[in-house]
């Protein structure tokens, strides 16, 4: 079931559709694809998923509210494992850490706007989505709505707008960051950073989220 709405977000009217269960097979994409998720808190052990957003950088976005006994959404996993679409995020760990354990998928290739923030903006401690696209694209985003019931059946207009305002600016952001990690000669590193993160977000699930394996102690 699939409804489609006409929001306000970031003071730009878009058109979000909001899919129950999974994507509609007549859904698809073009190339990289932003994605974000919302889950009833951040727990990896007690806090389940309950809302996967993606956009393809055209403008709009598709937002899936999950059946959480069955988590069962071929299609949206169908796309988060796809080698032709490179997936962005913003903390991929995260996100890749719940995909692992509540759709049983490992989400690649991927890209993550904050692993690159922090390996080009070293002048700032900042690397929050919000401060991110304010200084680097000039646009106020909001974060009203990030600690909100994700888990209600019926989701608000204003979290829905939330929602998708978190997909539509990483490819904006991406397209800054590359041009900052090639001035910086850091673009491979970043990639293997990127690469890596699959192994990090297993470490997160098996019980090695607080440590530092690369730690001496
Ligand atoms: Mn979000």
Redo the contacts with the bound molecule.
């Keep these: 079931m699939t409804r489609k709405l006409s929001l306000t977000v970031d003071g730009k009217n878009v058109s979000v559709y909001l899919h129950k269960g999974d994507l509609p097979h007549t859904v698809s994409f073009n190339g990289a694809v932003a994605v974000?998720?919302?889950t009833l808190g951040l727990s990896l052990i007690r806090d389940p998923l309950c809302l996967v957003?993606i956009s393809d950088g055209g403008g709009e976005a598709h937002l899936v509210q999950l059946d959480r006994t069955s988590y069962d959404a071929p299609n949206l996993k169908r796309v988060l494992v796809d080698p032709a679409h490179l997936k962005l995020f913003h903390f991929a760990r995260f996100d890749i850490a719940m995909f692992m354990r509540d759709l049983s998928i490992v989400t690649a290739p991927l890209y993550c706007t904050k692993i690159a923030s922090k390996l080009v903006r070293t002048y700032t401690d900042r690397h929050g989505l919000k401060d991110l696209t304010k200084e680097i694209l000039g646009r106020d985003i909001s974060k009203d709505q990030?600690s909100s019931d994700w888990g209600a059946p019926e989701l608000s207009d204003a979290q829905l707008a939330?929602?998708a305002s978190?997909v539509l600016h990483l490819h904006a952001l991406k397209e800054k960051l590359d041009a900052m990690l090639a001035r910086e000669g850091r673009t491979e590193i970043a990639q293997s950073c990127f690469d890596f993160l699959p192994t990090r977000a297993a470490l997160d699930l098996a019980g090695w989220e607080d440590t530092d394996i690369f730690a001496h102690s």
């Design positions: 974000d998720s919302e957003q990030q939330y929602a978190d």
